[in-house]
């Protein structure tokens, strides 16, 4: 892989981590058609370039989360409680359908038909008048369901997070708050569990470097942007996004 392809599914990678569009999605689209083989640890290297993003951005929020759980402040445990609640549903299906879903992988036509569910799913979702709700045990684990399933390439992680955040009335920003936060632990999980697989794998360096750079800062403007978009009102224009893509694919599909 040379700097520019690394540089390529970095920003790919950066900026459909945190938008509701599929990062996964994109990535196994992208390597299918431009032909751009990328090894198991340079996946790795670049979730965890757009981890770095959501901390960066969020490090207040998860420093006075620290500081509240060592000071053993009720807000804070019951927060910590319900983002390792969202983790279970999600940690049972993603490993227990893993096959399933990295079948996915190679089927452009399956990375379709799940970007044309995240685009309803995601026009749904906008469509319904926002609440001033805050997360619970009820909505952490039907989250924690909704990000399991996002575990399929073509259906979003933050879209079907935040969606189902939404429609359960819980208000914009704090729907997208709990929903980053709570994508740490999958990420952190997902990149230990591959990472076995990576010990001693032979990778360049500059490319690596440049793919994680890439994905970080990249990742890091994709959460002001769709913060921004949620505020607007706009979070259809990625199911409309979504849908769009999805009929490409299958008329490209058609094609060859």
């Known amino acids: 892989m040379n700097i520019f392809e690394s540089i ?30 990328a090894s198991i640890a340079f996946d790795i290297i670049l979730h965890l370039g757009t981890l770095l993003a959501v901390v960066a951005y969020y490090r207040k929020d998860i420093l006075s989360l620290a500081r509240g759980i060592l000071a053993r402040d009720a807000k804070s445990i019951r927060l910590a409680f319900l983002i390792l609640l969202t983790a279970i549903p999600t940690a049972i299906i993603g490993l ?24 309803i799913f995601l026009v749904i979702a906008s469509r319904h008048k926002s609440g001033n709700a805050k997360p619970g045990t009820r909505s952490a684990l039907l989250i924690g369901i909704a990000q399991g399933i996002a575990v399929a390439p073509g259906i979003s992680r933050s879209g079907s997070t935040i969606g189902t955040a939404l429609l359960l009335g819980i208000e914009k920003e704090e ?15 997902a990149a230990m569990l591959e990472g076995r697989h990576a010990i001693g794998a ?28 949620l505020k ?25």
């Open 8 to 37: 390529l599914l970095g920003l790919i990678q950066g900026i459909t981590e945190w938008l509701p569009v599929s990062s996964s999605g994109h990535l196994a689209l992208a390597q299918h058609f431009f032909s751009i083989e």
């Open 175 to 189: 729907a997208a708050r709990f929903s980053f936060l709570a994508g740490v632990i999958p990420i952190l999980g």
């Open 202 to 229: 032979d990778v360049e360096l500059l490319p690596v470097i440049a793919g994680f750079l890439s994905a970080a800062v990249a990742g890091y403007l994709s959460i002001g942007l769709l913060i921004r978009l």
């Open 96 to 119: 227990s359908l893993r096959d399933f879903f990295e079948s996915m992988f190679a089927s452009p036509l399956s990375v379709a038909l799940a970007l044309a569910i995240t685009g």
């Open 232 to 256: 607007e009102s706009r979070l259809q224009w990625f199911g409309y996004y979504c849908l769009a893509l999805s009929a490409l694919i299958f008329g490209a599909t058609a094609m060859i």
